[in-house]
């Protein structure tokens, strides 16, 4: 039956149509260091994969750590492998939605999550392992709240406000740890501040602990209290830069954290009727190059909405 099983999986496989991405794909920026420990991870996971080509964990696994070093069409090669053998695996379309995000095919990776939203329903939350764990090694996400999380930012992204409020407040509902209660209350503050949303938007915010037991997800509650502080349109630079000062790991201001707080700082700007202003942070979010962080991609995406 095995045997079977592998051969139909071959044959899917086959006729697979090799993904495309929707832009020409940068390559992450790795220290010597990270980069031969990415790849003694990766070098694992095939072993690992070709040990049980079958095995949805393996699977995942080969495909999370080949994107880790910006393979990110082959990871979505791999995961579309693997949704070939496992139809009914929710994780499946949650990783391959993630890098479809990533090379920003929004309609692919809205059209994944979905599919993953079906699969879980009425099913019981699974924690989800941390390919890059964070200083504690305590993983802060589940597949549920990854699934809703990423919908949400896919629909964001497409200027779809109205069914990213919704996802985000599906993701709210299985956050259980302020981690990711803080992560998704950020991009739905926003979301609905787009909306003009006002008093929701506060409410959202109302929710969160005053003390948040943050882990990794310091700098979206950076964010959230930037737009709740409102500083007035003379102060933006210097609250920004206090922000970075506080927030960024030795002030570098090419890091994740960068991108994530300029571009909150840019949106901000741009509620503020500030499109010049707005327009700069975001190419100082860009100039970071975190080109495969959601900061630098909503960055990228609304200043080219914004140029028009």
């Not at 080949?66 to 995961?79: E, R």
């Not at 109205?162 to 503050?189: C, I, P, R």
């Not at 840019?266 to 010049?276: Q, S």
Request: charged letters at 20%; a positive charge; glycine letters at 4%.
């Amino acid at each position: 039956m095995k045997q079977f099983i592998f051969f139909i999986g071959i044959l899917l496989a086959a006729f697979i149509t090799v993904a495309q991405p929707c832009v020409s794909i940068v390559a992450p920026q790795l220290s010597e260091n990270t980069r031969k420990d990415f790849e003694q991870k990766l070098s694992v996971a095939k072993t690992e994969y070709e040990k049980d080509t079958l095995n949805a964990d393996a699977i995942i696994w080969y495909g999370r750590r080949t994107a880790y070093l910006g393979g990110y069409m082959k990871a979505i090669d791999i995961f579309s492998r693997g949704i070939s053998i496992h139809p009914g695996d929710a994780r499946l379309y949650r990783h391959r939605g993630h890098r479809y995000i990533t090379v920003r095919c929004f309609d692919k990776a809205i059209a994944d999550f979905k599919k993953a939203a079906a699969l879980i329903k009425d099913k019981p939350d699974e924690v989800e392992p941390d390919g890059l764990p964070n200083a504690k090694n305590i993983p802060t996400s589940t597949l549920q709240s990854n699934i809703w999380y990423h919908l949400g930012l896919a629909y964001f992204l497409k200027g779809e406000y109205e069914k990213a409020e919704s996802a985000y407040f599906n993701g709210l509902a299985v956050s259980k740890n302020d981690d990711m209660y803080v992560a998704m209350a950020n991009w739905l503050h926003i979301t609905l501040l787009m909306q003009v949303k006002l008093e929701q938007a506060d409410s959202v915010f109302n929710t969160i602990s005053r003390t948040p037991q943050l882990i990794e997800n310091t700098d979206y509650n950076t964010v959230l209290y930037f737009y709740v502080h409102r500083p007035a349109v003379n102060e933006i630079d210097r609250y920004t830069n206090a922000v970075l000062m506080r927030t960024v790991k030795e002030q570098d201001t090419m890091s994740v954290s960068a991108a994530t707080i300029y571009f909150g700082a840019g949106y901000y700007a741009w509620l503020r009727g500030m499109p010049e202003k707005a327009n700069l942070f975001l190419e100082k979010a860009i100039a970071t190059n975190q080109w495969s962080s959601f900061g630098y991609i909503a960055a990228e995406t609304y200043l080219k909405k914004w140029k028009k």
